[in-house]
């Protein structure tokens, strides 16, 4: 099967970020549902996973569409590269694979940033403290906005908007949602250390506190 450059540093950056990830991963599935306090809804726990998921696989159908892979039609709408003049699409291409790169560095860096209070769902672990190490002096939520860069930016390295709108109005709002939630139990949990730590970070969730604006 042949690929363009882009899909192929796409999936190389995907495949190294498995590998790095893979330890802490392995460490936060051991720990989930083992939580003090836990939260059973599903909006919090899984809908941010699945629809993650869900989005994954429309990129990687639109860069399959991208390369030819798939029949014209379905292909136009998964994919505009087709539609576009080479240099334009490789363009946005290549400017999905920065954002893809930032976000690996967010989302793996914020899950060992959180060391043994890392699960791969919101709870409050026993023994759970303030963490402010890492990334976590950058925003409150690095992994949480490392996976939105990263679906966001293969989206965009995959010239797909369809992937795009998924990533913007369905992964990210509900990532979001469950950064707040989380905030809400901590407050509860770990009271003013924590209020004082998310005062420092300026509340930003998302968003680094070095850029001027953001959530």
Request: hydrophobic share 50%.
């Amino acid at each position: 099967m042949q690929l363009d450059t882009p899909t192929l540093v796409t999936g190389a950056i995907v495949g190294i970020g498995a590998i790095l990830s893979a330890p802490v991963l392995y460490k936060g599935f051991s720990r989930r549902g083992t939580g003090v306090v836990y939260e059973q809804n599903f909006l919090i726990q899984r809908a941010p996973q699945y629809s993650t998921l869900l989005t994954a696989i429309v990129i990687t159908a639109s860069f399959m569409a991208a390369n030819g892979h798939i029949p014209a039609l379905p292909a136009m709408v998964l994919s505009l590269k087709g539609a576009l003049p080479e240099a334009v699409s490789s363009t946005i291409s290549w400017c999905g694979i920065a954002i893809l790169l930032s976000g690996m560095v967010f989302m793996i860096g914020g899950w060992y940033s959180l060391g043994d209070a890392f699960t791969t769902d919101a709870e409050v672990l026993d023994g759970h403290k303030v963490r402010k190490d890492g990334l976590l002096k950058f925003v409150m939520h690095p992994a949480y906005s490392g996976i939105i860069q990263c679906i966001f930016g293969s989206a965009v390295a995959a010239v797909s908007p369809i992937a795009v709108l998924l990533a913007l109005f369905l992964v990210a709002p509900l990532w979001l949602n469950r950064a707040k939630y989380e905030e809400a139990l901590l407050l509860e949990s770990l009271g003013p250390e924590y209020k004082e730590y998310a005062e420092e970070m300026k509340w930003r969730r998302l968003v680094p506190k070095f850029f001027p604006i953001g959530v």
